[in-house]
């Protein structure tokens, strides 16, 4: 019994650590010429044209409106 229950755990907290593995910083460029690192993918919501994400530097969520987004891209990590 406790190894399955080891097992299970075990598997668990790969696949968590794989999950977290798989997202990469993003850069928003605004149109007044600003550059935001993103820790993660930035979320768009298109009812209020908000983008919200996780800044990389001060681990905060902000947002920031669709319309001063000039361009979204993924970094190289």
């Known amino acids: ?3 399955k229950l080891l097992s299970v755990a075990t598997l668990t907290a790969l696949s968590l650590l794989f999950v977290a593995g798989c997202s990469s910083n993003q850069a928003i460029k605004t149109t007044d010429g ?3 690192v993103t820790d993660g993918k930035p979320q768009v919501d298109s009812d209020t044209g908000l983008v919200s994400y996780k800044d990389a530097q001060t681990g ?3 947002q920031i409106n669709r319309n001063q987004v000039k361009n979204m891209s993924e970094l190289n990590n």
């Open 1 to 3: 019994m406790n190894v």
């Open 34 to 36: 600003r550059t935001i």
């Open 60 to 62: 905060k969520t902000e």
